[in-house]
C-alpha cells in the first residue's frame, strides 16, 4: 500500500495499486495548475484507492472550460482527482510517500502538443515570456 497527502498532512490516501506508472502531462491547464512546465502523476483504479482523513477538507475550481482541480481548504495544496468515467483516481506523484514513486512511464507523456520548449543557458526567453 502506499500512501500520500496534501501539503499539510490534512487530507490524506491511500492507493492498494496503480493502473500506470509516473507520467507527465504538459497541456496548458497542468502547466498553469501546478506552476511548472508539465505535471507528474500516477494513476490508481478507483477500487484501490481510498481517502484515509481530511475528505471533508477537499474544495474545488472547476474552469469555464470544464477543467477540474480539487485542492486542500487548509493549505491549498492539489489533491487525487476521480476521473469517474474512467474508474481512476488520478494521483500526482510528488503527494506519494514513501519515496520513489512508481516507475516512470516516459513513452507516454501527455498533452505533449502544447508543451513548453526548453530555454537553453545563454539563449534569451521568447518575448512575452514562456
Known sequence: MTEGCCLCGAVRFAADGFASGVFKCHCSKCR????????????APES???????????????????????????CGGIVPQHLPDHGLYWIPAGLLEPEPAPAP????????????GNPRPGHALPAGGL
Open 32 to 43: 498553469r495548475a501546478f506552476g511548472g512546465a508539465s505535471s507528474a502523476a500516477v494513476l
Open 48 to 74: 484501490a484507492f481510498r481517502w484515509m482523513q481530511g475528505a471533508q477538507d477537499i474544495s474545488e475550481y472547476r474552469a469555464a472550460s470544464g477543467f477540474l482541480r480539487r485542492f486542500c481548504k487548509q
Open 105 to 116: 512511464h516516459p513513452a507516454h507523456p501527455r498533452g505533449v502538443e502544447s508543451r513548453l
